[in-house]
DNA sequence: CGGTGACTGTTACCGTAACGGACAATATCG
DNA sequence: CGATATTGTCCGTTACGGTAACAGTCACCG
């Protein structure tokens, strides 16, 4: 029972969120605080709805994670040039110096989290992964949940025994 | 980026974890009274106490849960022989009745997430997730998270672009 | 046998977070 | 110019986890 593919990508996959987002912690950012500056990194100046949207979340969740990372320095809201309503989001210098240790942060994890597997199966791995998610209809880059991974290990039992 | 087993495993998790609550609504329980009634099924008449430390979860959490099982009448608190303190739990005939019906849609969704893949490469997918598994330190039947289930599609992600 | 501590199940309380609706400001279209 | 949609924000409600406290009971120990 505990054997299933099912129950163990569930398992795993909240494990490991979990443990991302305590390592994650010492840097005072959550893991969807991460993905955001990283996808920022790839292209700034959009709208708060624009990088909503990129990232699969409504725009009152981008609010609280913009408030966040602007709080922390991390992040600039600045006039948007061609839309006077919204705010064109940008990065700051504090946050490029953050970013190549969160990503540091993020590459340790993942080796302990392939500590068991040798090279080939690491990629097999990898390679299989995508094709569930291509087959299941996950996007890219969008993560559900992880709501602002201040999660504690708690309740939960998707398969006894 | 997306490229990570971090991130696709927790992706995929948590969407995963979300499609089998969908899945299983309609049968008016969540992933976690799934796993207690699994539980249950091989061995009752055990304390709260015993059941939520197999499960790994807090006794507060157990009262919940066994409130919500008993009121749908799946699960019987009798007095426990032994000790007049606690409950001893046991299933209902309906809880037998709905747990085939259960586990076969735990199988279809088993099938369904590893549609891509063929037979040998999912025997090789579980051993290669039961080692990670067993190599971050994860329990064989606990599962963290997955509170009530009922989280919808929100907030978060772990890697943009 | 009495007393003390520990344990079980439960409830009450609190802080946090998600969800929905409503709102001001602005853009876009007729 | 007026009507409608969009952006970002705020507020109120609800749900949930976690701690503390409680009554009832057991186990130990003198």
Redo the contacts with the bound molecule.
């Keep these: 029972m505990a054997a299933r593919a099912n129950f163990l990508l569930s398992q795993l996959g909240f494990h490991i969120a979990q443990a991302f987002a305590a390592r994650l912690a010492p840097l005072g950012i959550a893991p969807n605080h991460f993905g955001l500056l990283v996808h920022l990194d790839g292209g700034e100046g959009g709208?708060?709805?624009q990088l909503?949207d990129a990232l699969g979340i409504?725009?009152?969740?981008m609010?609280?994670l913009?408030d966040d990372l602007e709080q922390r320095g991390l992040v600039q809201?600045r006039r948007?040039p061609a839309?006077?309503?919204?705010?064109a989001i940008y990065l700051t210098d504090v946050a490029r110096q953050l970013l190549p240790r969160a990503r540091r942060i993020a590459d340790q994890h993942e080796e302990e989290v392939l500590a068991a597997l040798d090279a080939s199966e690491r990629v097999e791995l990898i390679a299989v992964l995508q094709r569930i998610a291509d087959s299941t209809g996950n996007s890219p880059g969008v993560h559900p949940g992880l709501?602002?991974a201040?999660r504690?290990?708690?309740?939960g039992a998707s398969a006894g025994e």
Tied chains: 1, 2.
């Design positions: 709208s708060q709805q909503a409504h725009r009152k969740v609010v609280g913009l809201r948007h839309d006077r309503r919204a705010h709501g602002s201040s504690s290990g708690n309740a």
